[in-house]
Each structure stands twice: as C-alpha cells, then as structure tokens.
C-alpha cells in the first residue's frame, strides 16, 4: 500500500495550494479518505475528510477555506487551501481508512505546507 502525497510548498498568507494524494495496493472506493496536519510541538490533528460516498467534514478552523474531495478513477484524493494563514503551516498527511476494518489504516509520508510572507 502505498499513498503519495505531493503538492506542499511555500505561500503567501491568503494564497493557495492543492494537495494531492493517489493511493496505490488498495480498493480506493472502500476506504474513507482523509488530510491530517501536525505543527511542530503540536499533535496531530483531522483537517478534513471525505467518506466513500462523497460526505465530508472539516476542522472548524478550515471550514470555508478547505475543500477535500476524491477521484475515484485516478484512486486520488485532493485539499484545495484557499485562503491560507500562516497558523496553517504544518506537515500534511493523507490517510486511508477502510470502511469496516479499523486495521486497515494507512498513512503518506506528509508533505510540507507553509504559510508565510
């Protein structure tokens, strides 16, 4: 199983960025997939997920700014971040999780977002 984050980088406070993560040796459309951040000195925390039915939900402090969804025929899952700030700077890291077994949950190597001018 492999999950592949890319698209982390350096932006201006307000700017954007997309995330991208394609999942790889699992069936994507059983796993819930989801984004999860830590700072340094901080625990990690859900940014947002999204079920396989296409339900999502957010951290409060994302909502309105973050858009999570997935693409089922590329096995990928996205985080569009608009409005960024710079309290949002963190490694990001996608997760699968499949839908009835626990056990089965995967994590990305993280990719680094930081917001700064």
């Known amino acids: 199983v492999q999950l592949q984050a890319s698209g982390g980088g350096l932006v201006q406070p307000g700017g954007s960025l997309r995330l991208s993560c394609a999942a790889s040796g699992i069936t994507f459309s059983t796993y819930v997939m989801g984004w999860y951040r830590q700072a340094p000195g901080n625990e990690r925390e859900l940014v947002a997920a999204?079920?396989?039915?296409?339900?999502?939900n957010y951290a409060d402090s994302v909502k309105g700014r973050f858009t999570i969804s997935r693409d089922v025929a590329r096995n990928t899952v996205y985080l569009q971040m608009d409005s960024l700030k710079p309290e949002d700077t963190a490694v990001y890291y996608c997760?699968?999780?499949?839908?009835?077994?626990?056990?089965?949950?995967?994590w990305g190597q993280g990719t680094q977002v930081t917001v700064s001018s």
């Open positions: 999204v079920t396989t039915g296409g339900d999502t």
């Open positions: 997760n699968a999780r499949h839908v009835f077994i626990s056990l089965r949950l995967y």
